[in-house]
């Protein structure tokens, strides 16, 4: 929605576990003014926040809203994968705001989905999207979010959901001699302990334990970029896996929220997989749910390629 061109623009910001995007939605519905900073360059989002605000130009935001990657249960924010903290309404007193909303990362993306144009999502696998049914978003990166739009019958509403901490389902012997080195380090096993930046070094690790070869001290990129290259079969087998049980993760939260309007898969990590996505298991394994099959598998299921798009989401959701 745009707003008055007299109005100073709005601060969006999306933080997630490791990078901090801030950027100014304009008075004529523009995202502006885009930068990335480190989130270990700073304490906390006042700091970071005012970090930016020095660098542009312009009148001082009076409103605010930042998606955060952590749950938002009340004026306390603590990140899940990040030492920040902070108080709501002590930011908002701190950066001189009249509002500050603060959401979750993943229910700003949410309703970005609206907002989205062709170009800006891949298909993956067939399936037809049904006007106003549900809609389903799940996505590796820091973490492993999780949420969904439910039509009202004039709006979309977003899910404020945390269903990268659900329990993860194995799906066979192989998957369970994984999740079963997972468990004795961490006990609980859930998704975001095997679909996320820090899971999939978990499973190259679980899975080297497993068959018995040796694992190299890899980060996420590392593996993603050898196995994407073929350059590393262990990693071709992991990154495989991973798309695997993303699948089956997929389809449990479309038979979940009967999302026959379509699942979006968003977060860092697929859309730099490219073909290999494509041609990986994940939409057999989407589909892969007995009597559910045909159900499933006349649900689209499409790649985010936009770039930030939960940065719009969060102007979306100030209006």
Not at 58 to 66: C, E, H, L, Y
Not at 219 to 237: D, F, L, P, Q, Y
């Amino acid at each position: 929605m745009a707003k008055n061109p007299t109005e100073s623009p709005d601060l969006v910001a999306d933080i997630g576990g490791t990078n901090a995007r801030f950027a100014l939605a304009t008075p004529d519905g523009r995202i502006a003014a885009e930068r990335i900073l480190s989130g270990a360059d700073y304490p906390d989002l006042i700091e970071a926040a005012a970090a930016y605000l020095r660098d542009v130009p312009g009148p001082r935001p009076r409103r605010a809203a930042v998606a955060v990657a952590t749950p938002v249960t009340g004026d306390w924010i603590q990140f899940t994968n990040s030492p920040w903290s902070f108080s709501t309404e002590g930011a908002r007193q701190a950066l001189g705001l009249e509002r500050l909303l603060i959401l979750n990362d993943f229910t700003a993306l949410a309703l970005a989905l609206p907002l989205l144009v062709p170009d800006e999502r891949q298909a993956v696998g067939g399936g037809t999207a049904i006007a106003e049914a549900p809609i389903g978003l799940i996505g590796p990166g820091t973490g492993l979010g999780v949420s969904g739009l439910v039509w009202s019958g004039n709006h979309w509403i977003p899910l404020q959901a945390e269903g990268g901490h659900v329990t993860f389902s194995a799906t066979d012997e192989r998957e369970w001699a994984v999740s079963r080195v997972i468990q004795q380090r961490f006990g609980h096993v859930s998704p975001e302990r095997l679909l996320s930046g820090p899971g999939l070094v978990n499973l190259y690790h679980a899975l080297a334990k497993v068959e018995g070869w040796p694992a190299e001290n890899l980060k996420a990129a590392e593996i993603t970029e050898r196995a994407t290259s073929g350059n590393c079969w262990h990693c071709v087998e992991v990154v495989e896996m991973f798309c695997g049980m993303l699948g089956t993760a997929a389809g449990n939260l479309a038979i979940t929220l009967g999302a026959r309007g379509g699942v979006y898969i968003g977060g860092g990590i697929v859309p730099r997989l490219g073909d290999f996505f494509v041609r990986s298991t994940f939409r057999t394994r989407f589909e892969l749910k007995g009597r559910f099959s045909g159900y499933l598998a006349a649900i689209p299921t499409w790649v985010i390629t936009a770039t930030n798009p939960a940065l719009r989401g969060a102007a979306a959701a100030l209006d």
